[in-house]
Structures are given as structure tokens and as C-alpha cells.
């Protein structure tokens, strides 16, 4: 070995033990069994190198950059790597200008990596169009976005979409106990003894995201002085301080799913799932007040007048919400949770309310009973019609009589349910004679 030989290795060694752990074989890539299982498309196209131009979707950590690596080093392409972040039309057109002098000269193509796809402009979308389209050039694209909703339909058209999943706590552990004896690329050398549950911690903390259990492992072994005998002994507390707070983050699409979790879980009646739900987004990095805004509106929603306090106990912890904050004002949020949750359920006061919005778009002819109006200003003649008006408190609280527009006047957009309070409603309304 030659001292380039040593600097090399040197310079190896210092780089991260992600890094260092990226898989450079099929055989050795961890997880996506969906896509990269034996008998997969995508498996087969890469080891006869015939993958044609696609997008690798998915969270952080999923093994999309390892798997674009894998591809670079099994095809015998062309490989370049672009950020969308930090490359702009010039960059772009250098690219298919040195993939088709190339093609031209030796007959080979070029892979385009591009990382951040759903960063990548329109402009510098259509820059690449002709190349991809001619097969100059076969894009592979890496994002942790939706790229039905983020990416310009030409380019996805043009692209088979892989998603990617977070990968499980049991993947991350067996490549944490890998990298633990690994004496070339992991830890092996620094005799590291780590407790059963110092890596399941880590497993489960990292949230599938397995950049994220390496960072822990590395920091928790580099952190831990050697014994007398020379052992480096990770603990679970030393594995606790390495990683102390699960990777909650999520991309739009996510946050959207979970947000409509939260939703239909308040309105079936499951607090577990309604509070876990409201706490995710919480602790992903979610506003509470938005939260406490979506349950105000589906304590009418959902609940309405089959139990009318869901309301006001809704406003009441989005009140405290804003004037407590986080984290003490969870408190009155989750007991307004649970209210909302476990209360009856009824959607007439939303089917009144879209019945009488449709009623007021469609009517033509606003024609008000005359002892309705104002007779403030009103001529001797309404002046005289408004005397027709019977004062409901003259006869006991409730009088029959005339109130919505003539062409309006046998629609009833409200009609209680049998639900909670709603029943009282209707018990209340045939005690008063009124028409159903």
C-alpha cells in the first residue's frame, strides 16, 4: 500500500458512517423489497441496464441516493449528479450537450441524477425535455415531495415513479448491528459492545430514516470513552442522549393525510386515533392552533346540535391555545378532543346550512312577508302590514306563522335528528304543534 493508498483510506475513514454504510451492491441495499425484491422490474432493469428514466419518491433515509449510487456503479453509462437546488438552465444544458457528444463519439449514454427533483423549474424542466424524450439522456430523479403534484407533467410523463417507504425498526436495527462489526466501512475496529436496547432505541427513534440512525450511532460510540479493558460500551442512556427526539417531519402530502386522519377520526368517534392524529402534527412541527381551528369547525360539523357545548368546549381550547401556548395548552386541547370525539353525532346543522346556501343562490324572487320588514322608514302602507306581525312572546314563546319568501315558504332545511340533543329539539318542536 502506497502512501496515496493510505491518504485515500484516511480520507475514507473520516467521512460519516452513513456515508461510509452506503450499500454499493443490490445484495447489500436495505429495504424497498417492493421494488428491488428478486423478480422486480426494477431490480431486472438495473442488472441488464435497462432502466429507463424515472423518479424515486420518499422520505429521508429510504435509501433513494444509495440506490441511484448502486445504479451508477452497475451501468456501464455515464453518471452525473445534479442538486435542482443549486443548478440552473446552464447546468442542465451542459449535461444533455456532454450526453449527446458522448452517445455520438462512443456510443454511450448518460444517467442524470438529479436530487431535489421537485425543485427543478419549469424552465429548466423544458431544457431537458428533448433530451430525455430522444433518449440522450435517462433521468433519475430523487424527492421527498408528491411528484404527481410538484412536478411538471412532461417530465413525469416521461418517468416511471418508484415510492419508496420509511423503513422498518427491525431493517435499521440489523444495519446498526452491522455497522457495529463492519471493520472496513463501520465501527469493527473500536471494539464496540452496544445493549440490546440502546439499539432499539435508536431503531425506533429514527422513524425510518436510516441517515438519521447512523448520525445516532456514530455520535454515541465517538462519545463514549473506552473501559480500562479497551471496550467502548453503549448504553441505552448513551443511546437516549445520541438521538433524543424521533424524526417527526413530513412533506406536504403527509401532512395533508394526516390532517384528514385527524378529521375522520373525530368524526367516527375514535379519540385514540383523534388524539394521536392531532399530536403527530403537533410534534412534527404543525401549528397547535390549527389544529384546535379543525376541531372547532367539526364540533358544528360532526356534532352540532346533537350536543352544542362540543362548540363551545372546541372555542374554549383554542382560546387556551392561544393564550397558554404549547405545551401546556395540549392539556385543555386533548380534553376538547375527546369531548368532540365521544359526543353523539349529527350533520344537520351542515345539511341545513348547504340546503338553505343552495335556497338563497337559486331564488329569484326574495318576496319577505310584509309584517317582517322594517317599518322604520316604511310607507303608511307597510306601516300598516307590519301590525299583521304576531309577537311569538304573546302567545307563549311560539306562534305559527309565515317567515321565509313565498317561494320559499314550505322548505324546512333543518329537521333534527334522533342524535343526543337533537332529540330534545324534536320533542320540543311537537310540544309547540311545529310542522316537521
Known amino acids: 500500500m502506497d502512501l496515496f493508498d493510505f491518504a485515500e483510506q484516511d480520507t475514507f475513514q473520516k467521512k460519516p458512517l452513513a ?20 423478480r422486480s422490474l426494477l431490480r431486472r432493469a438495473i442488472l441488464l441496464d435497462r432502466l429507463g428514466s424515472c423518479i424515486f419518491w420518499g422520505p429521508p ?60 423549474s419549469k424552465t429548466q424542466s423544458d431544457s431537458l425535455l428533448p433530451a430525455i424524450e430522444d433518449g440522450t439522456v435517462i433521468f433519475i430523479g430523487s424527492t421527498t415531495e ?63 430514516d436510516l441517515r438519521s440512525a447512523y448520525n445516532a450511532l456514530e455520535l454515541a460510540v465517538l462519545t463514549t470513552p473506552p473501559d480500562s479493558s479497551g471496550k467502548i460500551r453503549v448504553t441505552l442512556a448513551d443511546a437516549e442522549e445520541s438521538i433524543q427526539k424521533k424524526s417527526l417531519g413530513f412533506n406536504e402530502d403527509t401532512y395533508y393525510d394526516m390532517l384528514s386522519a385527524f378529521c375522520k377520526s373525530l368524526r367516527g368517534s375514535d379519540s385514540s386515533a383523534a388524539l394521536y392524529y392531532a399530536m403527530r402534527l403537533i410534534e412534527g412541527g404543525c401549528d397547535p392552533m390549527l389544529v384546535a381551528r379543525r376541531l372547532v369547525v367539526h364540533s358544528s360539523e360532526d356534532v352540532g346540535m346533537a350536543d352544542p357545548r362540543a362548540l363551545q368546549i372546541a372555542t374554549s381550547a383554542m382560546y387556551a391555545i392561544e393564550k397558554i401556548g ?68 304573546d302567545f307563549g314563546g311560539y306562534v305559527e306563522q309565515q317567515y321565509l319568501p313565498d317561494s320559499l315558504k314550505d322548505e324546512r332545511f333543518y329537521s333534527p335528528s334522533e342524535h343526543g340533543y337533537e332529540s330534545v329539539v324534536r320533542e320540543i318542536r311537537k310540544k309547540k304543534g311545529m310542522k316537521e
Open 61 to 120: 433515509g429510504c435509501g433513494k441516493t444509495t440506490l441511484a449510487n448502486i445504479i451508477a456503479l452497475t451501468t456501464n453509462a455515464e453518471f452525473v449528479k445534479l442538486n435542482a437546488v443549486n443548478s440552473g438552465v446552464a447546468d442542465v444544458k451542459r449535461v444533455a450537450d456532454q450526453a449527446r457528444m458522448l452517445l455520438k463519439t462512443s456510443g454511450k449514454r448518460t444517467y442524470l441524477m438529479l436530487d431535489e427533483c421537485h425543485r427543478f
Open 146 to 208: 408528491n411528484p404527481f403534484s410538484s412536478m411538471t407533467p412532461a417530465i413525469l410523463s416521461r418517468c416511471r415513479v418508484f415510492e419508496f417507504k420509511r423503513l422498518t425498526t427491525e431493517e435499521i436495527k440489523g444495519a446498526l448491528k452491522v455497522a457495529i462489526k463492519d471493520r472496513h466501512k463501520g465501527l469493527g475496529k473500536m471494539s464496540v459492545e452496544m445493549e440490546e436496547a440502546a439499539f432499539d432505541h435508536i431503531a425506533v427513534m429514527a422513524g425510518g
Open 326 to 393: 404549547y405545551p401546556e395548552g395540549l392539556i385543555p386541547l386533548s380534553n376538547a378532543i375527546i369531548y368532540v370525539c365521544e359526543a353523539e353525532k349529527s350533520n344537520t346543522v351542515v345539511q341545513a346550512m348547504y340546503a338553505a346556501k343552495d335556497a338563497a343562490v337559486r331564488t329569484r324572487d326574495d318576496n319577505i312577508p310584509p309584517y317582517l320588514k322594517d317599518n322604520t322608514f316604511g310607507d303608511r302602507q307597510t306601516k300598516e302590514q307590519s301590525k299583521l306581525y304576531r309577537y311569538p312572546h
Open 19 to 38: 456515508d461510509r454504510m452506503r450499500a454499493n451492491r443490490l445484495d447489500d441495499f436495505i429495504g424497498q423489497k417492493h421494488i428491488v425484491g428478486e
